[in-house]
C-alpha cells in the first residue's frame, strides 16, 4: 500500500517539474488522487504519465491562461489554454458556483482542456455552497452508436451531486456506456472475457472480446443493445457531446482528441478547440430553502436505504461505494498495481526525485 | 385510421365538458396527440379517459390559477394547482424560455401537477427561440433501484432537444429505465413475454413476465442488472426524480401519485404536492453565437448519420423515428386499438358529444 501523502507529494513534483504554478501542481494533485481515493483508478496517478507525454507533445500548457470569453448572468464559456483539465475543471465549476450565487443557477461550457479526471470531483466542489453540482465531459471516441460500425462517441459521463442535512450527499457519477473502460483494462490485465453487452466486434456484434478496440470493435452504450435501451445510452452520451462539445467550441463526436496514449499523439484536424466539458451550479435556495430541500433529501436517501433487498444484498445510494472507499484507502494507503508503479518509477528517474522510486512498491 | 383533426376536436370536447378554458382544452389536446402521433401510444389519447377519471376524484383542477411562488434571474418554482400536467407543462416551459431570454439560461421546477404528455414536447417547445430544451418530469414508482425489491422510481424520463441549422433537430426523449411501460402493456394485450432484462419478479430476479407489476415485480432500471450498468439508470432516475420532486416541493420516490388507474385512486399520505416536473431552457447565443451553433449541430448530425452501420440497420439521430411516424400519422391517421377506441366512446356517451362514436373505428 502507498500512502496517500506520500504519493501526492511525489505527483506534486511531477507537476511542479513540467511547469505547474505551485497552486495548480496542488489542485491536479487533489483531483488526480481522488479518484484513486474513491476507487475509480483508471483516472488516477495511472495517468500521471499520459499527463507528462501531453505536455511532451506540446498539447499541454503548464501556465494556461484560463479565461472566461462569452458570459450571460448565469452562462459563460471558458477557454482552458490548452491547461490540463485537472486544473481546467475545478476553475471553471468555481466560474458557475459564482454565477450561481447571482443568478440562482450557473452553466459554463468549456473548450480547450484535456482530461479532467473524475467527473464526481468537479459536481461535489458545490455541496459546502448548498449548491447542486453537475459535471460532465466528452471524451475520445471508443463507443458506438446504436447499430453503427464506426466509434463516434466517449464514455462521456455524467456527475450530479446533491447535498443532503444528516446523511452524506447523493453522488452520482457514470459513464454512459454499459461499463467504464477502466472495467476493460482490468479485465485485458488479467486475460479474462468480458461479458456480452460490454462491447462489440467488427462487425457490430456482441462479444466477450475484453480488447474490442485493438480488434475493430468498440464499447456499447449503456443498454447494451437496442432491445434493451442502447439507443438511450447513446442519447446520452450524444447530449454530453453536444452540451461539452458544441456549446464550448471544443471538439465532438469522432473528432475528440485521444489522451496521450501511444500511437494516438499524432495531430488531427479537429472541428474545435481541444477536449470540452461543461459544468452547472443550482442554488438550492434558488429553488425552496435549504433547509427544507436537505430535510427532504434526508427522508429520500432515508427510503432508498431501507428499501427491501435482494437476499445477500444492500440497496445503495449513488455514490456510497466511492465514500467506502475513500475512507477505507485515506487510512490504509493505495493499492497500485506494478505497471503503474513501473511508470511512477520511471518519472521519478527522469525528474530526478528525491525519493527512492524502489519505495513505491505494494506491501513495503 | 382517425384522422388527426376528428379526433383533436373530439378530446378538445371532452376537455371543454369537465371545465376547461378554451385555451387550456386546446392546449391539452394539442399535447395529448403529439404523442399519438409521434407513436407514443400509451401517453396519448389512451390516457384520456384516465385525465377524465382524475377529474372526477378531485384530483384534477380544470382551470387551475397555475403560480410562480419562488423565483430569482434563472429560476422559478411554479405550484401547478392541480391543474393537469398537458397545460401546465408548456406554461412552466414558456417561464423558463423567458428566464432564458433575460439570464441565459432558465429553469423552472413544478410541483401540484400530474401526468404532463410526453416529455420531448414541450422540450421541443425550446428550438424556435433557438434554445435548447430540456424536460424530466417523475412519476408513480414502477422501477426497482439495483438490489431493491421495493418499486422506488418512476420510468422518470428526460427530454433534451437541440436546435440545427438544415437538419431537423436532435431531440432524445427517453425513460430511465430498460423499456418504457407501454411496450410492457403491447407485449400483456398480445398475451406475450417480455425479453429478460425489462423487469424483475418478486424474488428480484429477471423474469420474461410481461405484467410483472401485478405479480409484486418491478421494472428494471436502463442497463438491467449490475453487470450491465442498472446502477447508472437507477442513478439517472433518481437524478430525475430528485430535479422533479425534492427541488419543486413535489411528491418523490414511492410517494409520487399513480396516474388515475382503477384501484389506485385513494388518497395518500404524501410527502409534498402532486407529480413533479423540471424544465430547463438555455440561450443558445448564451454560449455561441446560434448560427455557428447550428453549422456545428448540422455537422454532428451529418456525421453519426453518416457512420457506417450494422447490415441492413441505419444509424439514427435522437429523434427520427418519431419524426417518421409524425409525418406518416400526420397524414394518413391513427391507428387506435380498440380498448382505446371503445374508452373513447364511453367517453363520447357520457358527455352526450354529437361526433358518432360509432365512426371511431379503425378503417373506417
Redesign the interface.
Given at each position: 500500500m502507498i500512502p496517500v501523502h506520500q504519493l501526492k507529494a511525489f505527483t506534486k513534483q511531477v507537476f511542479l517539474k513540467i511547469g505547474f504554478s505551485d497552486a495548480d501542481a496542488d489542485l491536479a494533485t487533489t483531483v488526480l488522487v481522488q479518484a484513486d481515493l474513491r476507487g475509480v483508478d483508471s483516472h488516477g496517478v495511472a495517468r500521471l504519465a499520459g499527463y507528462v507525454r501531453l505536455y511532451d507533445h506540446g498539447r499541454l500548457n503548464p501556465a494556461p491562461e484560463i479565461r472566461v470569453v462569452?458570459?450571460?448572468?448565469?452562462?459563460a464559456?471558458v477557454d482552458g489554454d490548452r491547461g490540463v483539465g485537472l486544473v481546467v475543471g475545478p476553475k471553471a465549476m468555481q466560474i458557475a458556483i459564482e454565477k450561481a450565487r447571482?443568478?440562482?443557477?450557473g452553466?459554463v461550457?468549456v473548450r480547450n482542456s484535456n482530461h479532467f479526471g473524475i467527473a464526481g470531483y468537479h459536481a461535489m466542489l458545490a455541496l459546502e455552497h448548498d449548491m447542486?453540482g453537475l459535471t460532465m465531459t466528452n471524451a475520445a471516441p471508443l463507443v458506438?452508436?446504436?447499430?453503427?460500425?464506426?466509434k463516434?462517441l466517449g464514455t462521456n459521463p455524467i456527475a450530479?451531486a446533491?447535498p443532503a442535512l444528516t446523511q452524506p450527499p447523493?453522488v452520482?457519477d457514470?459513464?454512459?456506456?454499459?461499463?467504464a473502460y477502466g472495467k476493460m483494462e482490468i479485465l485485458q490485465r488479467k486475460g479474462q472475457d468480458a461479458?456480452l453487452?460490454?462491447a462489440q466486434d467488427a462487425?457490430?456484434q456482441t462479444t466477450t472480446d475484453a480488447n474490442p478496440i485493438k480488434n475493430g470493435g468498440a464499447l456499447l452504450p449503456?443498454?447494451?443493445d437496442r432491445?434493451?435501451?442502447s439507443?438511450?445510452?447513446?442519447?446520452?452520451g450524444?447530449?454530453v457531446?453536444?452540451f461539452s462539445g458544441?456549446?464550448?467550441?471544443a471538439n465532438?463526436?469522432?473528432w475528440v482528441p485521444p489522451f496521450a496514449t501511444a500511437g494516438f499523439m499524432a495531430a488531427q484536424e479537429g472541428?474545435?478547440a481541444g477536449t470540452g466539458h461543461f459544468f452547472g451550479a443550482?442554488?438550492?435556495d434558488?429553488?425552496?430553502t435549504a433547509d427544507?430541500?436537505k430535510q427532504?433529501?434526508d427522508?429520500?436517501i432515508g427510503?432508498?436505504r431501507n428499501?427491501?433487498?435482494?437476499?445477500g444484498?444492500?440497496?445503495?445510494i449513488?455514490g456510497d461505494p466511492e465514500r467506502a472507499m475513500e475512507a477505507e484507502r485515506g487510512a490504509n494507503g493505495l493499492p497500485l498495481i506494478e505497471p503503474v508503479i513501473q511508470s511512477l518509477r520511471e518519472l521519478a528517474e527522469r525528474f530526478e526525485l528525491k525519493w527512492d522510486s524502489t519505495q513505491m512498491t505494494n506491501g513495503q
Open positions: 462569452h458570459e450571460t448572468p448565469s452562462t464559456v447571482m443568478a440562482g443557477t452553466w461550457a447542486i458506438a452508436p446504436t447499430f453503427s460500425l464506426d463516434m450530479v446533491v447523493f452520482a457514470f459513464a454512459s456506456t454499459a461499463v461479458p453487452g460490454w462487425q457490430g449503456l443498454g447494451s432491445e434493451h435501451g439507443h438511450k445510452g447513446y442519447g446520452l450524444a447530449i457531446d453536444i458544441v456549446l464550448s467550441g465532438y463526436g469522432p472541428v474545435g443550482m442554488r438550492i434558488a429553488f425552496r427544507d430541500f427532504h433529501m427522508n429520500w427510503a432508498f428499501a427491501r433487498a435482494v437476499e444484498k444492500t440497496v445503495l449513488p
